[in-house]
């Protein structure tokens, strides 16, 4: 077993259980792509077993923190199990869910959801790429299904020296190899396309606050709602299943904006109540802010403005930008839901952010709910780096 010995003072991290070991921290030792090491601080002692990457930053992912412990395809099937077991517990309200969440459930770079009778799954280190199929094995095992697709088209693995992929990784010989899917979500029905989508097929981080969206829009009575970074339209759905009788979707996508389409068709309502806006965002938000218009209620829900913290200053000005103008627009009594899933930006950041936003349009708000991805997505007590999606709910005084 090859040995990587951290620099004197390095090893607090480890001794705290955070499973990352950067670059400037080591001291001496290597492996191979993905080889599973020994971690010992500068004088011997032992704080883990990792995953080696050659070329990240993170040179070491953290697989456990027991010296007793060995790595191996077993290791893989209880930390599986352990997952898979944990989401019944969680009540969570639709046949699609996330399954594996990372370093959250102890397998760091891999992320596994599961839409109905398929899994679809990211590798995003060398660590989960080296045993990729013990992991394919152990997850059919541990939940029964058949079929999974592989969604490994994420820039993140450039960064770990592996190439993009994407494809079937198992399915039975001989069944349909279809891709396009239906799920419930609450008492919603959707559509995706794992092999299309975004992320592994969809956004399922936002479940329940797309269930909040549809209860606030029925409490509040609001009747006009804007979406903005609409993609499939799930917060347009959920705005219609509230009882909003104008929503407009916006994004730059246009095959999104037909499948947002059909999601309003494919839940029963009324298509002349929704309108796609194949466009800007930050030009349709000024242009209605020069024609006059105001809405009820606005979602904000833009992609990664900041992947890292050395992001975050120019993050920082587009959720500024975006949440200002959005300020503007809002009816007295109106609420704002917005978003950011930036890595790189802290919950009191982003507060901070949006607080100079409303300052900037002279508009002030009640913060009446902090908001967070759905249970199935994670955070722990020593990884809380896993909390990238952070939002507030606000209703404008």
């Not at 704002?336 to 919950?347: E, K, P, Q, R």
Request: with cysteine; net charge neutral; glycine share 10%.
């Amino acid at each position: 077993m090859k040995t990587i010995t951290l620099r004197e003072g390095k090893e607090r991290s480890l001794h705290r259980r955070h499973p990352w070991v950067f670059q400037g921290s080591i001291a001496k030792g290597g492996g191979d792509a993905g080889e599973t090491v020994r971690v010992q601080s500068h004088d011997g002692q032992f704080l883990a077993w990792g995953s080696f990457s050659p070329t990240s930053q993170i040179r070491v992912r953290a697989w456990s923190f027991d010296e007793a412990e060995r790595i191996d395809a077993a290791f893989f099937e209880r930390r599986i199990a352990q997952a898979v077991a944990l989401r019944p517990r969680l009540a969570i309200a639709s046949d699609a869910m996330r399954l594996i969440h990372g370093e959250a459930d102890g397998l760091p770079g891999l992320v596994v959801d599961r839409y109905a009778h398929l899994l679809s799954a990211q590798f995003l280190s060398v660590g989960v790429e080296r045993w990729r199929d013990v992991i394919a094995d152990a997850l059919l095992q541990a939940t029964g299904c058949h079929h999974i697709y592989e969604r490994s088209d994420v820039g993140v693995r450039e960064l770990e020296g592996l190439p993009q992929r994407t494809g079937w990784l198992r399915h039975p010989e001989g069944d349909p190899l279809v891709t396009e899917l239906a799920i419930r979500e609450h008492d919603l029905r959707l559509s995706l396309d794992v092999a299309e989508g975004h992320k592994t097929g969809y956004y399922l981080d936002q479940r329940d606050n797309r269930k909040l969206f549809a209860d606030l829009v029925r409490q509040l009575g609001a009747k006009r709602v804007l979406n903005c970074y609409s993609y499939t339209g799930g917060f347009s759905v959920a705005a219609l299943a509230g009882g909003a009788t104008e929503v407009i979707s916006v994004d730059s996508s246009g095959p999104a904006l037909a499948r947002a389409n059909a999601h309003v068709a494919l839940n029963g309502f009324d298509a002349s109540l929704h309108t796609t806006l194949d466009a800007d965002v930050n030009a349709t938000l000024r242009r209605f802010i020069t024609e006059g218009q105001q809405f009820d209620a606005i979602v904000l829900d833009p992609p990664k403005f900041a992947p890292t913290a050395a992001h975050a200053e120019r993050a920082a000005r587009a959720y500024k930008d975006i949440n200002r103008l959005a300020f503007r627009l809002l009816s007295p009594g109106a609420a704002l839901l917005t978003f950011s899933c930036s890595g790189g930006i802290s919950a009191d950041l982003f507060h901070k952010i949006v607080a100079g936003a409303g300052l900037d349009a002279g508009v002030d708000g009640y913060i009446v709910k902090r908001l967070e991805a759905s249970p199935d997505h994670p955070t722990t007590v020593t990884f809380p780096e896993g909390e990238y999606l952070k939002g507030l709910v606000i209703l404008r005084r």
